[in-house]
C-alpha cells in the first residue's frame, strides 16, 4: 500500500526565502504525482502536475521535482511571499493518495 | 478517518441526457463539499466550492449552467451533469471538510461516460 509522507509538517519562515518542500513515498511504481496548495475552507488548487515519464516541472516561481529511484518528491518555491502561506499536499491523483502535507507560513 | 461516498459509481448515459450524482458525507457533517473532475493525464482539479445551504462557486472556465450543484443538507451534495456530451466524460471526485481548516475527505469517484 502506497504511503505518503511529507516533510516538515510545519515551516515557517521570513518572506524572501527559498523553500524546499519534501513529499515521500514508498512505492516507486507511480503514475502521476500533482502538487496542490490548500487555503483555509478553499479546494486544492493545482500547483504542478509530474507524470510519471518525467523528473520535473517548472511554473513561475514553482519547481516540483521527481525521483522515483529514492521515492521521493520536492516542491522548490523561490523567494517565498507571505501570499504563500498555505498548506500544501502531493498526491497521487489517479489513486487518490494523498500526502500528510506541509503548513506553511511565510512572514513579513 | 472520516468516509465520504459517492454514487454512482460508474454511469454511461446518451448525449444529450442529464446525470445526478451524489456525494454523501457518512459519519461527518460537511459544511463544505468540493467537485473536483480528472482529466486524461490525471491530473485533478477543482470544479466548484458548495456550502451547505449557499449557492455554488465555480472555478473560471467551469460552466454553471452546465454543472449543476445543489448542497441541501450538511450529508448531501449533488453534481447534475446537463446535456452531457462526450466531452464531458471523465472521473468526478468529491470531497468534504466539517469546517475551515478542516480536512478534506475524498470520496472514491465516479465515472462518466456518454455515449
Known amino acids: 500500500k502506497q504511503e505518503v509522507t511529507q516533510i516538515p509538517a510545519a515551516l515557517s519562515v521570513p518572506e524572501g526565502e527559498n523553500l524546499v518542500l519534501n513529499c515521500s513515498f514508498t512505492?516507486?511504481?507511480?503514475?502521476?504525482l500533482q502538487w496542490f496548495r490548500q487555503d483555509p475552507g478553499k479546494g486544492l488548487t493545482s500547483l504542478l502536475l509530474?507524470?510519471?515519464?518525467?523528473r520535473e516541472q517548472t511554473s513561475g516561481r514553482l519547481n516540483a521535482s521527481l525521483d522515483k529511484s529514492s521515492g521521493r518528491s520536492t516542491l522548490y518555491i523561490a523567494a517565498s511571499q507571505p501570499g504563500d502561506s498555505a498548506t500544501y499536499l502531493c498526491?497521487?491523483?489517479?489513486?487518490?493518495?494523498f500526502g500528510t502535507g506541509t503548513r506553511l507560513q511565510v512572514f513579513p | 478517518g472520516a468516509v465520504v461516498s459517492q454514487h454512482p459509481s460508474r454511469v454511461i448515459c446518451k448525449s444529450g441526457t442529464s446525470v445526478k450524482i451524489e456525494c454523501r458525507s457518512l459519519?461527518?457533517?460537511?459544511?463544505?463539499m468540493f467537485w473536483y473532475r480528472q482529466f486524461p493525464k490525471k491530473s485533478l482539479m477543482l470544479m466548484a466550492t458548495?456550502?451547505?445551504?449557499?449557492?455554488?462557486?465555480?472555478e473560471q472556465g467551469v460552466e454553471k449552467d452546465k454543472f449543476l450543484i445543489n448542497h441541501a443538507s450538511l450529508t448531501l451534495s449533488t453534481l447534475t451533469v446537463t446535456s452531457a456530451h462526450p466531452e464531458d466524460s471523465s472521473f468526478y471526485i468529491c470531497?468534504?471538510?466539517?469546517?475551515?481548516?478542516?480536512?478534506?475527505?475524498f470520496g472514491p469517484g465516479t465515472r462518466l461516460l456518454v455515449l
Open positions: 459519519d461527518f457533517q460537511a459544511t463544505t
Open positions: 498526491a497521487f491523483t489517479d489513486k487518490l493518495i
Open positions: 470531497s468534504g471538510s466539517a469546517g475551515p481548516g478542516e480536512t478534506q475527505y
Open positions: 512505492d516507486s511504481a507511480i503514475y502521476n
Open positions: 458548495s456550502n451547505e445551504g449557499s449557492k455554488a462557486t465555480y
Open positions: 509530474i507524470q510519471s515519464s518525467q
